[in-house]
């Protein structure tokens, strides 16, 4: 695997640059960390250690595709990793922050059922570095603007691969200074890491992907519940509660006549309310393994309407680039079905045309 620069601790970079002036190593670190620059960009570095460092720490992300939806605000690339897999990343510009949708594993082994990155099924885990990279990719390309958040909703269940996300969310804070609580990080329900999560000491955001308030229902559509079941899984909320003093949301991907239904309505609040947790409704977004309709946009008000009425907090989510397959749920390790490289190792440029917006 391709180690890069951002994988290195300020110890282990300053050994790598044994040899040079001391005041080399912190040059380096912020122009990787606070300016965004590749190596190769670190013009305060002698041109022979920028070459050296380029050759010797290439990054670990190959873009081979890019696509724009929602008047340029939001944009997604798929990369390509050094093993040939692949994976994507997604970034949204709104009038108030600039979000990066950053994926923590290739695939996904959660298996949930509405889930393109689930039906596609794991391939790997991310490493620190090709974490960060999709970070920072993301902040060069929303540029001038200031990259204000970070979420772990991209492909792959975040606390699967607990340490990785853990050692990018303290390189973020303490590195990149970025505040905790711009920091989001999205689980389906992985209770013992949300535990030990809490005793991080990182007031980062939770939000737990429900989606289904009786076990039943939530065996079918996100498996883990089998093993971490609806009652396990309020514990650990309490827990995070108890911990860190911080809300937590849960996430309701609204699909027609299954979890948008009065019953479902009553277990939702049922189950929030003793949390005092914040309810993010998503009308489900289409992936060709799970054929079943989103709520109508009608039902998706009602039902944010009666869990206000329960006393329940509860908003609808903006939905972001569901024409270039970019949205909650539709992110899948290929794109429309073909991969980015050819059987030599090198790359090809996919095109991908956007579907027009729904109407």
């Not at 570095?45 to 720490?57: K, Q």
């Not at 429900?210 to 609806?230: C, G, M, Q």
């Not at 309310?273 to 992936?287: E, F």
């Not at 749920?329 to 095109?351: E, P």
Request: glycine share 8%; aromatic share 6%; charged share 25%.
């Amino acid at each position: 695997m391709v180690k890069s620069l951002y994988e290195l601790t300020r110890t282990e970079l300053a050994e790598s640059l044994a040899g040079e002036p001391r005041f080399r190593v912190d040059q380096l670190w912020r122009g990787l960390w606070k300016e965004d620059r590749y190596p190769s960009e670190v013009t305060t570095l002698p041109r022979a250690l920028r070459e050296r460092l380029a050759s010797d720490y290439p990054s670990t992300l190959t873009p081979i595709n890019e696509v724009v939806s929602d008047g340029g605000a939001t944009t997604k690339w798929v990369f390509a990793l050094g093993d040939g897999a692949t994976i994507e990343t997604v970034l949204m510009a709104y009038e108030d922050r600039v979000t990066v949708c950053v994926s923590s594993q290739a695939g996904c082994a959660m298996g949930c059922s509405f889930c393109a990155t689930g039906q596609a099924g794991f391939t790997r885990q991310l490493s620190v570095s090709e974490v960060i990279e999709q970070v920072v990719v993301a902040a060069r390309a929303g540029a001038p603007r200031r990259l204000s958040n970070v979420v772990f909703m991209g492909m792959g269940e975040p606390l699967a691969n607990y340490d990785v996300t853990v050692g990018v969310l303290r390189r973020l804070h303490e590195e990149r200074g970025m505040s905790a609580r711009h920091l989001t990080v999205s689980t389906v329900g992985v209770a013992p890491a949300i535990e030990r999560l809490a005793r991080e000491g990182l007031p980062l955001t939770l939000a737990v992907s429900l989606h289904a308030a009786n076990d039943e229902s939530r065996n079918e559509l996100a498996p883990i519940n089998r093993r971490y079941n609806l009652e396990r899984l309020a514990r650990a909320c309490e827990t995070w509660i108890e911990v860190t003093g911080r809300r937590l949301s849960f996430e309701w991907a609204l699909i027609d006549g299954v979890n948008d239904t009065p019953r479902a309505l009553d277990e939702l609040a049922a189950y929030a309310r003793p949390l005092d947790a914040h309810v993010n409704l998503i009308p489900l977004n289409p992936t060709p393994g799970y054929l079943v309709r989103g709520s109508t946009p009608e039902r998706v008000r009602d039902f944010r309407d009666g869990l206000l009425a329960l006393g329940v907090n509860a908003t609808v989510r903006n939905t972001r680039g569901r024409s270039i397959d970019a949205a909650c749920g539709q992110l899948a390790n290929v794109t429309r079905g073909k991969q980015g490289l050819r059987r030599d190792g090198s790359v090809t440029k996919v095109a991908v045309r956007a579907k027009p917006p729904t109407r």
